[in-house]
């Protein structure tokens, strides 16, 4: 594509993309907007502006009594969370590997997540959010650990079962979510997994997988094969030529794939409602609020909202380098 070299194009371009961030920006303000208000207020007939903010709808959403202390207890997990975060962003000037300073981190997250319902009396909310968490997270691992083997596998493989397998994808891929719905309902029924995270990992697994497979094997198609077949006449197998030369290469593809897998099975609502009766993910314990007559639910339902989004706009915000080379390199042959 060649360079808008005229000034008022320049102007539209800039300006037609500021109208859409302004146009995909308004509708969570609003929200964040109607989190913090009183029911009074959010549900006056002309929209106030001008409001006295409170955080009653957060405490009612996250927690089923207030505790004693509960500015020291805020700022304790608020410093904990601060501090994970900045070793998280900042990993690469820590002294030490990286992969241990990860798991470290990671295992302060892990047990961040543990003590806050020790420290304080949490509502069903806080389950379904761990419950999004440990779905989202088994989803990922396993999606891309077999994405991965079978996307190099299939991007080295240039036969005719090659072929077969990945139309065979791509007619999954193209098939409605519910036509998963009623096969894994009764797998789950027959092996007494209904209402278990195990269920509905195993089906959100079975929908992404195509999706993986497809694109990890066009990032592979990018990495030469000369890179593979130097570490394999250095001495190295196909397998650890493929962990230790590929992947780091098709790193950038592979944090975009995970980032999309994390997307559907985050904010996946059909599966997780049919597959279980009240082991839910945010989704659907937010749809609790979306009907009803009670007033009270149009506050909880933006804070619940609020709640939802945040975890996702820090992850795509810490992995936007990432994801812009991943999809840039998956853009562009040769």
């Excluded at 969570?28 to 907007?33: E, H, R």
């Excluded at 036969?159 to 990945?166: A, H, Q």
Aim: with cysteine.
């Amino acid at each position: 594509m060649d360079r808008v070299t005229s000034r008022w194009g320049r102007i539209l371009i800039q300006l037609i993309l500021i109208l859409f961030a302004i146009y995909s920006i308004v509708p969570f303000t609003w929200t964040a907007l109607q989190s913090i208000k009183t029911v009074r207020d959010a549900g006056a007939r002309r929209p106030k502006l001008l409001f006295s903010p409170t955080m009653e709808n957060y405490e009612d959403l996250w927690l089923r009594s207030t505790p004693e202390n509960p500015e020291a207890l805020a700022f304790f997990l608020l410093l904990a969370l601060v501090l994970l975060v900045c070793a998280l962003l900042f990993a690469q000037y820590i002294p030490g590997r990286r992969t241990l300073v990860y798991g470290l981190v990671t295992a302060g997250f892990a047990a961040l997540l543990w003590a806050i319902p020790q420290l304080l009396d949490t509502d069903r909310f806080y389950d379904f959010f761990l419950n999004t968490l440990i779905v989202t997270v088994g989803t990922i691992v396993i999606s891309i650990s077999i994405g991965c083997l079978a996307g190099y596998a299939l991007a080295r493989y240039v036969g005719l079962m090659g072929v077969i397998l990945l139309l065979a994808a791509l007619a999954f891929r193209a098939l409605p979510r519910f036509a998963y719905v009623l096969p894994y309902y009764w797998i789950g029924s027959a092996l007494n997994l209904l209402d278990s995270r195990i269920l509905v990992i195993i089906t959100l697994v079975a929908v992404n997988q195509p999706f993986t497979i497809w694109m990890l094997r066009s990032f592979f198609m990018e990495v030469p094969k000369d890179l593979e077949e130097s570490a394999m006449v250095d001495g190295a197998n196909r397998l650890t030529s493929f962990l230790q030369v590929i992947v780091p290469v098709a790193w950038p593809g592979i944090i975009s794939t995970a980032l999309f897998t994390l997307l559907l099975a985050y904010n996946e609502f059909l599966l997780v409602r049919v597959l279980t009766q009240t082991n839910w993910t945010l989704p659907v314990a937010i749809s609790r609020f979306t009907g009803g007559e009670d007033p009270r639910h149009l506050t909880l339902a933006a804070a619940a909202s609020v709640s939802a989004t945040i975890p996702i706009i820090v992850v795509i915000l810490f992995f936007q380098k990432h994801l812009v080379k991943g999809l840039a390199a998956g853009a562009v042959k040769g």
